[in-house]
């Protein structure tokens, strides 16, 4: 496509006195042609995204009984309600545990793994395949069948008992269920995070390593200088995907523990489903869900201002 | 630039096509021409669903103005859920299927027609054969806003082969020698399970989370999940601490019920007695095990029966609400309610004998259906239900948890119990 200098403006080029411009320029039929090959996406965007977020927003100002088909505007009610929530505590720190045990797992195994398999070994194809597929296995399928693995007659207790350990019933016990859950979460994802990493140990190049070598640096004085600032980008950005990844964790709840034992499990984005669709309390669920927003968007922002203190090149 | 125009017609007729495609569907034929009506129902089962259809096919032969009438099988453990994110989501069914635990939200709400007068007037309908301990739950202001369409009973279905092979006596010799009763089902159970190294008395649904399904032991000490008017706590009552205690017992040192965390289906051969609705009789297999059916073992304070109950109701938000009650009536009037009784108990007085019932169920004894599901329906407890079921429910299950470990302190659970449900019972 050709493509003129758009930065000449119209007042720049005027058009000549006694002749008429014609409306269809370049300049307009290109920008016409570039709105309209988004108008599909931006569609999309507009009533999949926007539109439902606009109206979360007003949602959580209003009591909205569905079965009695009553919705009335409370103002901020349910912002005072969730300030005096007395399961919100318990259920914030569920989803802060849930958070840091899931993205100090995961990106410790999946750098781990991404080291391990960048060795120019025999073999490490299968287990990069191996360790990736989980990924691409349907999300549902992989933690009922973990549900099964992790009953208290299940596989892993039965594994166990051949070598005399009597395994705890980990999906009851209050301490065992949470490890339980983000076991199965990191071992679900982590593939993903090792491939990037995979890729970033791929880009450093050989003869930094050569030159610490010859000054004497240990391998691990190299990992630790040379490895880990030049991946930093991409720890950066594997951890920015986790831990919002981590705040948006449902389905693994909803098939595993139904929050349970107790409240132990019951992460926020469970919470706000329990509020909505089974206590019916669609507006205060609303509310949940804006607050969710705030603090993904929060750390989001923290992790991204942080980025220029430990990401190399950022500074 | 043909080429930029050439984009640009691409780029339009994109546009084009996706806009067309966004406003295709949901065109809906709202009141003109024949009604579409939908029901939702928990059940799949083919032999339900074939009956169902047989019922609604008569009904459109006489009545064109409904052009069709579909079941509409949501899962069981979400249905409720399910019907209500229908219902907010403006896809609210024409009927619905209602359980005994969220009926007082349902009947409550105003999200249900009803249904007096339509059935009082219907052809040949009988109302007033319909047995007034059934209708008490969907009754509000003196309104009838549900039909009681199954009121099963519990029982205990029984593995004969199972106790037999491990020595034990079956329920029915226990029956007859009257000792049937908790202290004895129990000892069976745990014994049977010692030596089957499978499961002894399993209590369907339960599964450590569904507590309500409880009520059929709780019931037996005089024990209730709430007072009357649902109004106090009923969960740290001496009668529930005794029942629970019993229970606690049972499971973590006489292992006569599996413990949290492990799955035994009776009707696979996993368990030697089961505690379920009658209705779950459709789920024996032909030349399976040696099977009975018995009523719940006696409590303390006797004999007693729980039943749980399931209601048809009509959304007023509807647009053919009027039709879809007039297709209730027709559904269950006294003939098609003869069919359905096969699989749902009945409501109505005059079909709730073992004669009666025995033509259609050919799998239990006159015997069975009169100890279990007739005198169950008549003297029986409905399962718990309370307004915001849901909620209560949920702390219930979450407050009930530290009681399934074997070192737990029962009384303090149950006091637990009730400090987090008082206030929701209150309001």
Known sequence: MTQTDTRVGPAAAGPAPGRARPFWTTRRRDQLTGYLFITPQLLGSVVFVILPLVLVVWYSLHEWNVLAGSFDYIGTDNYAALADDPNLGPVLRSTGLFSVGLVVFNLGLALLLAVLLNQKLRGTIVFRTLFFSPVVVSLVAWTIVWGFLLQDNGGINGLLDTIGVDGPNWLRGEGTAMLSVIVVQVFKNVGLNMVLFLAALQGVPAELYEAAEVDGASRLRQFWRITVPLISPTIMLTSIITVVGSLQVFAQIAVLTQGGPGTSTTVLVYYLYQQAFQFHHFGYGATLSILLFVIVLALTVLQWQMRKRWVFHES | ?427
């Open chain 2, 1 to 427: 630039m043909r080429y930029g125009r050439l984009s640009g017609l691409v780029a339009a007729t994109m546009t084009g096509v996706l806009a067309l495609t966004a406003c295709g569907g949901g065109g809906d034929a709202k009141d003109d021409g024949p009604a579409s009506l939908r029901m939702t129902v928990w059940s799949a089962n083919e032999a339900h669903l074939k009956l169902f259809n047989e019922i609604a096919d008569e009904y459109r032969k006489n009545n064109p103005d409904v052009a069709e009438i579909k079941f509409d099988p949501l899962p069981f453990e979400n249905y409720t859920t399910t019907l209500t994110t229908q219902i907010a989501g403006g896809n609210a069914p024409d009927l619905a299927w209602i359980f005994e635990n969220s009926a007082p939200d349902f009947v409550a709400s105003g999200a249900l027609s009803p249904l007096d007068d339509t059935l009082k007037k219907a052809d040949g309908y009988q109302y007033d054969d319909l047995s007034p301990a059934t209708l008490k739950l969907w009754r509000n202001d003196g309104k009838l806003f549900a039909y009681p369409f199954s009121t099963s009973p519990f029982g205990v279905f029984v593995n004969n082969d199972m106790l037999k092979k491990a020595g034990q006596k079956t329920p029915a010799e226990l029956i007859a020698a009257g000792q049937w009763n908790w202290d004895t089902a129990l000892a069976a159970a745990g014994a049977t399970a010692a030596k089957s190294g499978k499961a002894g008395l399993v209590v369907r649904d339960f599964d450590y989370k569904g507590w309500d399904n409880l009520a059929t032991f709780w019931t037996g000490w005089g024990a209730q999940a709430w007072s009357e008017d649902g109004r106090s706590c009923g969960f740290n009552s001496p009668e529930m601490v005794e029942a629970m205690t019993t229970l606690h017992k049972a499971i973590f040192t006489g292992k006569a019920l599996p413990g949290p965390g492990t799955t035994a289906d009776f009707f696979a051969g996993d368990a030697a007695m089961t505690v379920t609705q009658i209705s779950r009789a459709s789920l024996l297999k032909e030349n399976g095990f040696d099977w009975d059916l018995v009523p719940l073992p006696a409590g303390p304070k006797g004999p007693y029966a729980v039943v749980g109950q399931a209601g048809i109701g009509v959304m007023k938000k509807s647009p053919h609400a009027e039709q879809a009650a007039d297709f209730l009536a027709f559904f269950t009037n006294p003939t098609n309610s003869a069919k359905l009784a096969q699989f749902f108990p009945p409501p109505r007085q005059s079909q709730l004998t073992a004669e009666t019932l025995a033509k259609t169920n050919p799998k239990l004894k006159p015997e069975q259906l009169q100890k279990v599901v007739i005198d169950g329906i008549t003297n029986g407890t409905v399962k718990p239900s309370h307004s915001g079921q849901a909620e209560l429910s949920q702390q219930v299950r979450a407050a009930l948890d530290p009681l399934w470990k074997a070192d737990a302190d029962v009384k303090g659970v149950l006091d637990g119990v009730c400090s987090k449900i008082q206030p929701l019972l209150a309001k």
